[in-house]
């Protein structure tokens, strides 16, 4: 059965250009014109918005420098399926998104309870939402995780093996993985970096791919946390497809095709309300 709670419409999405700002409406609603079209013209934009092109252009120079779209000649398009967005920006992107799913994932976890959690900011704030739990034993291939959730006595956080990646802290590797499949754990509890129209999940390093992949085939439930701007994203590397998973949390309700494929795949969801 599925869990939804609504959210409120216009709920603003933090993110960083050097101070923080928030995506207006028309700045939302040109990406997801994007995503339809693969690429849209200023002229276009312009007379569909009702706004000089001169609006267009600094909203599509605000939205390049985030990452979220990429500029060419005339008008924008997706940005790259090989790159992800630099660390310190995910981690302010929508956070407070991220900050309400985590929570709404974190109620659904027991105390006493064995968990990986793996890399990603939004799997960062679950660690975070999950201080106030008791008797918890964590696997994570995540630094961040594991000073967030080492400072409690009652706790057991288990670190990987592995390569650590600077720009994140996250840990890759087949050292990590091995470690990943020594154990079998009540729930692991994922990030992701996009999920296709058709339910595939993506990322962008095949290592990191890897290692989740080992997560789910290792955990007795499989949570994935994402904002909404990861529905239709574009990466490159295939980790696997919503059907492998048992509950998916976000702060929006996807579009009608996303919840048709998961609840023809029996897989809960969970909105954050506002």
Do not use: W
């Not at 956070?95 to 027991?110: D, G, S, T, W």
């Not at 057991?156 to 079998?184: M, N």
């Not at 929006?252 to 909105?271: C, F, G």
């Amino acid at each position: 059965m599925n869990s939804i709670g609504r959210v409120a419409p216009g709920v603003a999405n933090p993110v960083e250009t050097g101070a923080r700002s928030e995506l207006n409406q028309r700045q939302e609603q040109i990406i997801a014109l994007v995503r339809e079209r693969g690429f849209v013209a200023i002229e276009a934009l312009a007379e569909h918005f009702d706004v000089t092109p001169q609006t267009i252009r600094r909203d599509i120079n605000q939205l390049c420098e985030l990452g979220l779209l990429r500029r060419y000649h005339g008008g924008a398009g997706l940005p790259s399926s090989v790159e992800n967005l630099a660390y310190q920006t995910r981690q302010v992107l929508h956070q407070e998104e991220k900050a309400r799913i985590a929570r709404v994932l974190a109620a659904e976890i027991p105390d006493n309870a064995s968990l990986f959690i793996n890399i990603g900011t939004t799997t960062e704030e679950v660690a975070k939402a999950l201080v106030d739990h008791n008797g918890l034993r964590v696997i994570t291939n995540n630094l961040n995780v594991a000073n967030i959730l080492a400072g409690k006595p009652d706790f057991e956080v288990i670190v990987t093996g592995g390569v650590v990646r600077s720009r994140d802290r996250g840990i890759v590797g087949e050292a990590s993985i091995d470690i990943i499949q020594q154990f079998k754990v009540d729930f692991g509890i994922i990030g992701i970096s996009g999920i296709d129209d058709d339910g595939t999940l993506l990322d962008f390093d095949y290592r990191e791919v890897r290692a989740a992949q080992a997560i789910i085939k290792n955990s007795r439930q499989v949570f994935l946390a994402t904002d909404h701007t990861k529905f239709g994203r574009n990466a490159m590397v295939r980790l696997g497809h919503v059907d492998e998973i048992d509950a998916l949390f976000t702060d929006r309700v996807p579009p009608q095709a996303m919840t048709d494929i998961l609840a023809a795949a029996e897989v809960e969801l969970h909105v954050a309300p506002s």
